[in-house]
């Protein structure tokens, strides 16, 4: 595609439900990445995958946070039993292989938990 | 941990040019400086990078200092559309991790 899609564009949930978040990479780049930014606040690195090596979690706030990246493209972020302060605008970026220089971000999905 | 300092805010006039600062004392031989800038409701945008060159690009310029402590981030001749949060960034290149953002300078180009 054209550019970094993530759907849904808005989530409103109830606090104690699963969210699933999809990214939608550009085709062809290897590394992916997902951010999270509340209200105000800058950029937090939740979890980068790189081609078929293990992905760096590092950035998962909890265990109620995990993430997949199906053959190499297409990722769900999943939160589970969601909470208020999950609330924030999710990003997704990709860039081409280890050379990362250049991130291509989505427009990202507002989470809102009420 | 950024490993940055930029101011929080600044201004800058329609058809001036914005020079946007940033100080990275600590930074490494290796490590390059990238700029990232948000507009709002919008995902970052890369704007440029160096390691100790400086750099053009259509967007913008870049001048490091010879002791690579510190950075200016130049926008030749800025428009309302620059207004956005601007981020410094050091960071390995090809070092496999994830850049880290900061809280970036909110810049605001006035009439």
């Known amino acids: 595609g054209a550019g970094v899609s993530q759907s849904p564009s808005n989530k409103v949930t109830e606090k104690g439900k699963d969210v699933e978040l999809r990214c939608d990479p550009i085709?062809?780049?290897?590394?992916l990445y997902w951010y999270r930014q509340s209200l105000g606040q800058g950029l937090e690195f939740l979890i980068y995958f790189q081609g078929n090596s293990a992905p760096d979690k590092s950035g998962l706030p909890s265990d109620r946070f995990s993430a997949e990246r199906t053959g190499g493209s297409v990722s769900t972020l999943t939160i589970q039993r969601t909470q208020q302060e999950d609330s924030a605008v999710y990003l997704c970026?990709?860039?081409?292989?280890?050379?990362?220089?250049?991130?291509?971000f989505g427009s990202g999905t507002q989470l809102s938990v009420l | 941990d950024a490993k940055t300092t930029q101011p929080t805010s600044m201004d800058c006039a329609e058809g001036r040019a914005a020079n946007l600062p940033c100080n990275h004392s600590?930074?490494?031989?290796?490590?390059?400086v990238y700029w990232y800038r948000q507009i709002h409701s919008q995902g970052p945008q890369y704007i440029i990078h160096?390691?100790?060159n400086n750099e053009t690009n259509e967007m913008a310029s870049l001048i490091i200092t010879e002791d690579r402590k510190s950075s200016t981030l130049i926008l030749p001749h800025a428009t309302l559309r620059d207004t956005a949060v601007y981020y410094c960034?050091?960071?390995?290149?090809?070092?496999?991790?994830?850049?880290?953002f900061g809280k970036g300078t909110s810049l605001l180009v006035t009439p």
């Open positions: 085709s062809g780049h290897t590394a």
């Open positions: 160096g390691l100790k």
């Open positions: 960034i050091v960071r390995v290149s090809d070092s496999g991790y994830a850049l880290n």
């Open positions: 970026a990709s860039s081409q292989g280890a050379t990362n220089e250049k991130l291509f």
């Open positions: 600590t930074i490494s031989g290796n490590e390059y």
